[in-house]
């Protein structure tokens, strides 16, 4: 597998985990697979044991190369950010975080949420947790997380109840173990939800004094039990050099998958 964890805390404020690659060429070509439109079985092949390779289709290759090429060298913006919410999903079944995780976007810059992961209660079936995400690949860090904290107030005000009972609707909507109408009504009060927030970092942020720095005011935005507030973060030195380069393998996966 393409990443490990270690995991890291601020108190009772927060927890979560530190992601490292440790196969460049694994996670290049399952974020490849997701460009090409083969996010379930990219799902699969996290989550079983023995799971048989399937074929790219020609039609699939313009764009996920376009998914994975960024237009104008001064805002890569778009192209990370979509990478990045990518290895955000790939971390989350690796960790086995949720029953059932949406899947990636498969356009740059969506405007809904970043992640949606659902937790069940399967004696009750009801949803005992809907953890909200958001996914930011940045080089301002601080400031992106203070706006995030922002987002996330609005969140546990209720005031984009409407999009997350949408989102909710289509996660389960063909679930035959779960009550659907009730466990969407349970997930409108708030204990009934959650919040992970995962960035990358640079050098500034990359310790534990960083991260409690990093991610001060998240037990006071969202209150509650410890695990309300998740935080996920990743470093590199270089982090736009870095997307840029697994960028160019998974795009020469993405080849070989439609020659194949």
Request: hydrophobic residues 40%; proline residues 2%.
């Amino acid at each position: 597998m393409p990443l490990t964890f270690k995991p890291i805390k601020d108190k009772t404020n927060w927890a979560g985990c530190r992601w490292e690659v440790v196969d460049d060429d694994k996670l290049a070509e399952l974020i490849a697979r997701v460009a090409m439109g083969q996010s379930r079985y990219v799902r699969r092949v996290l989550t079983e044991l023995s799971v048989s390779a399937t074929k790219g289709k020609s039609t699939a290759l313009d764009g996920a190369i376009k998914l994975l090429t960024v237009v104008d060298p001064e805002y890569p913006f778009h192209r990370d950010g979509w990478m990045f919410q990518v290895i955000s999903w790939i971390s989350a079944h690796m960790q086995g975080l949720a029953d059932v995780i949406a899947y990636p976007h498969t356009i740059h810059a969506h405007k809904g949420f970043d992640g949606v992961h659902v937790q069940f209660d399967k004696k009750k079936r009801s949803v005992s947790l809907v953890v909200i995400c958001e996914e930011k690949a940045t080089t301002n860090t601080k400031n992106l997380v203070g706006r995030i904290w922002k987002e996330f107030a609005e969140m546990e005000l209720g005031n984009r109840d409407n999009e997350l009972t949408d989102q909710l609707t289509h996660l389960l909507e063909n679930r035959s173990d779960i009550d659907v109408d009730k466990a969407i009504e349970e997930v409108i009060w708030k204990d009934a939800r959650a919040y992970r927030v995962s960035v990358t970092i640079d050098d500034k942020f990359n310790s534990d004094a960083g991260y409690a720095n990093l991610f001060k005011g998240y037990s006071t935005t969202i209150s509650g039990k410890i695990d309300r507030r998740r935080s996920e973060v990743f470093y590199s030195s270089d982090i736009r050099d870095w997307f840029d380069k697994l960028a160019v393998k998974s795009i020469e996966f993405a080849k070989k998958m439609e020659k194949n």
